[in-house]
């Protein structure tokens, strides 16, 4: 395109045949791919939850957060988040910004727990926790449960998870962080990707009275 010609100019030795200087390494373009492809995973998975005008009452007092990670992310910088969160406007769930990477640190440094026993646990959606214990329970779902002694530090919650995680043979479908004095308890839903926790946050909120 019109790059080329400007190359070309600044550089007329050019071999325009074999020249591949604009386009990305073969590994680079799948890592590229591979963070794109999360970001549109998110992007459905959003507008899922705003089409339910019941997912707001299950929106915890510190509001929700959906994160996706990349194949093989080893940083919270290779984790999409919502930054500002999802919260509530005219009844229904608004994400407050578009998803990016790196805008999450608490929900995406628990991700990063569950990768490194889980690799295909991609995703989490955090809601409240409250009467929700109750229908996981008979939607059969897999939880871990953390209990904190006091107000712990992320750093400390996160240990926690992972010595917990750590026993487990099969991957949990949520993590209960069950609060404490100051502290909300909070679900986090863990799913393959963006659109499977989404799809079980809808399974909770058909059997919500």
């Not at 400007?6 to 890592?31: F, T, V, W, Y």
């Not at 930054?83 to 998803?99: D, F, H, Q």
């Not at 991609?122 to 939607?139: H, Q």
């Amino acid at each position: 395109g019109e790059m080329c010609k400007i190359h070309k100019l600044l550089l007329p030795s050019l071999d325009e045949g074999i020249c591949r200087a604009c386009l990305l390494e073969e590994k680079k373009q799948e890592i590229l791919e591979s963070r794109f492809a999360v970001l549109e995973n998110m992007h459905i998975a959003l507008r899922m939850l705003q089409e339910y005008e019941n997912f707001v009452r299950l929106i915890p007092e510190v509001r929700s957060n959906l994160v996706m990670a990349s194949e093989n992310a080893t940083s919270i910088n290779d984790i999409a988040g919502v930054p500002g969160r999802i919260t509530e406007y005219k009844g229904r769930a608004y994400p407050v910004g578009n998803p990016e990477y790196g805008a999450s640190k608490h929900t995406a440094s628990i991700l990063l727990v569950v990768l490194n026993h889980f690799k295909d646990r991609r995703s989490i959606l955090c809601i409240r926790y409250d009467e929700i214990r109750r229908i996981m329970e008979e939607l059969g779902f897999q939880i871990i449960f953390i209990k904190r002694d006091k107000a712990l530090k992320d750093d400390v919650l996160i240990e926690m998870l992972n010595e917990k995680i750590s026993t487990w043979k099969v991957p949990p479908d949520a993590l209960v962080d069950l609060g404490g004095v100051g502290v909300e308890a909070i679900t986090y839903l863990v799913g393959k990707d963006a659109i499977d926790v989404v799809k079980k946050a809808l399974l909770i909120m058909e059997k919500m009275e």
